[in-house]
């Protein structure tokens, strides 16, 4: 009775090893998703300096339903709206990226469009622009990415005053240790060599020689320090090729090679670059 009882036993514990382990070997395979569809709602208000807090479009998408063996997946969804120009095909390089974190919408105000359309896309304002744009979903990251149809939307770039206002002398000067001339205002060596070029009303351009890891501040008139530039954190090494500037800020650290550089002051975006020459 026993020997059975046993035998019974292994039999019960037998099926049961094999069931946990028939159990174990299911997997979860990903069945795809569905491309999500994307639609643009323009407001009845336009895109204009007036308007700039207004939200003049939305986008609107679809779920991308993301499958598995076990059924619709319960992962959280991110989404990457893409702006370009049309024709662009979403190849430039300046194309606007924003990222979304599981909602199925996103809105714009005229400001916020119109930064993306100066600042990033770098369009003249006056113009009619046709943008495109398009939503791509990523899940888990980065995998299983699915695009959508793009949808397109015309609008006028306005201006809108400088970021930071420009030299009310017109002139734009550069002083520092990273100058020949130094720290010295007035400018001891021929200011020429120091002026920065005026390209526009809210832009100068100079290319001039800088001693490496040497300091520099741009001025508005030579022999004055009333009316000067620079950037927010003293030597910030983040900002050594560009950056933002302000108003009355600290030293701008040169590159650490010496050499020819080109600095470009854009006052209308509030952002420099220093480029190698």
């Known amino acids: 009775m026993k020997t059975i009882l046993r035998l019974s036993a292994l039999i019960i ?3 049961f090893i094999f069931s946990s382990c028939k159990k174990d070997e299911t997997k979860l395979y990903y069945m795809g998703g569905t491309s999500p569809v994307l639609s643009a709602v323009a407001a009845a208000d336009t895109a204009s300096y007036a308007n700039a807090d207004k939200t003049i479009l939305t986008l609107n998408w679809t779920n991308p339903n993301y499958n598995f063996t076990t059924g619709v997946s319960s992962y959280n969804v991110t989404y990457l709206i893409q702006i370009d120009t049309v024709g662009s095909n979403f190849t430039n390089p300046s194309l606007k990226e924003i990222s979304v974190s599981e909602d199925l919408s996103y809105s714009f105000t005229s400001s916020a469009l119109n930064d993306i359309m100066l600042n990033q896309l770098n369009l003249d304002t006056g113009k009619i622009h046709n943008l495109e744009m ?3 979903s990523n899940l888990v990251n980065n995998s299983a990415q699915l695009t959508s149809n793009s949808a397109q939307y015309k609008l006028t770039a306005y201006s809108i005053p400088p970021k930071v206002i420009p030299p009310s002398s017109g002139t734009l000067f550069i002083v520092g240790s990273a100058t020949s001339g130094g720290w010295n205002n007035p400018i001891t060596v021929d200011p020429k060599t120091q002026q920065f070029t005026q390209v526009s009303n809210t832009e100068y351009v100079i290319t001039i020689p800088l001693v490496a890891n040497g300091e520099y ?4 008139e030579d022999g004055s320090w009333d009316a000067q530039w620079s950037i927010a954190k003293a030597d910030d ?3 050594i090729y560009g950056g933002d500037f302000v108003s009355n800020g600290a030293n ?7 050499g ?3 600095i470009d002051v854009d006052f209308q975006k509030g952002k420099f670059t220093v480029t190698k020459q």
């Open 13 to 15: 514990l037998s099926i």
């Open 252 to 258: 701008v650290l040169a590159p650490p090679a010496d």
């Open 134 to 136: 398009r939503v791509i």
């Open 260 to 262: 020819t550089y080109k």
């Open 217 to 220: 501040k741009l001025i508005g």
């Open 237 to 239: 090494a983040t900002e």
